[in-house]
């Protein structure tokens, strides 16, 4: 299986910041994938991060407030923009194989508001 | 879209039962069907999975059964022990849009 590193692994902001999140594999993968992970709660997928062209977003996830980055097949950011106390949650990169099985997550980034 | 449903949502067993956890899922051109395991502060992690033309699966002590017809899935986790204690989510591939959709997950609480 691929190794997913994230930076920060956490951080604590203010509100009205942007924070940038960034995921890397040691590998090549096709499939990158940005989820939200609230305390007690599922994964929720935000966006698909696709190499070469903008990102797919999930509805309710617009590239304004989380503008993705993938710019070769090891390598992704996330872009929290203009945090607000609701934005605090846990954010996992993942990656898939082709056909996207197999998906492995990041470590993860813990992001407070305040 | 697909619409994963996750039952029960926390169980309790004694060292040494089965627990069984159960998925249903609405899209029949969902085709693989993973389980993950994530404990308290970490990743979720890979802990078996199953694709669309196979029925049963097992590794270990942990099992995969998988009836398309009625669109569901299971997890069975035998002989069950305290480092089981954890939250289990299923997911389902939806192929033709290369994403994952989660179930809500079960929190396994195993007594010593």
């Known amino acids: 299986s691929a190794v997913i590193s994230q930076k920060p692994s956490r951080d604590i902001c203010q509100r009205g910041t942007s924070l940038t999140i960034q995921c890397q594999v040691d590998s090549q993968v096709t499939m990158m994938f940005w989820y939200r992970q609230q305390p007690g709660q599922s994964l929720t997928l935000i966006a698909t991060a696709n190499q070469g062209s903008e990102a797919t977003y999930e509805s309710g996830f617009v590239i304004d407030k989380f503008p993705i980055s993938r710019p070769n097949l090891t390598f992704s950011t996330l872009t929290v923009s203009n945090m607000s106390p609701e934005d605090s949650s846990i954010y996992l990169c993942?990656?898939?194989?082709?056909?996207?099985?197999?998906?492995?997550f990041g470590p993860g980034t813990r992001l407070t508001v305040t | 879209g697909e619409n994963v449903e996750q039952h029960p949502s926390t169980l309790s067993v004694q060292e040494g039962d089965s627990a069984v956890i159960k998925c249903t899922y609405s899209d029949s051109a969902s085709n693989y069907f993973p389980w993950y395991k994530q404990e308290l502060g970490k990743r979720p992690q890979l802990i078996i999975d199953i694709r669309s033309n196979v029925g049963e699966k097992k590794d270990q002590r942990i099992a995969v059964t998988l009836n398309k017809t009625a669109k569901h899935f299971s997890l069975h986790i035998t002989e069950t022990q305290p480092e089981d204690s954890a939250v289990y989510f299923c997911a389902v591939l939806l192929y033709n849009f290369n994403k994952f959709y989660f179930g809500s997950g079960t929190k396994l609480n195993v007594k010593p």
């Open positions: 993942s990656t898939g194989d082709r056909g996207g099985h197999e998906q492995y």
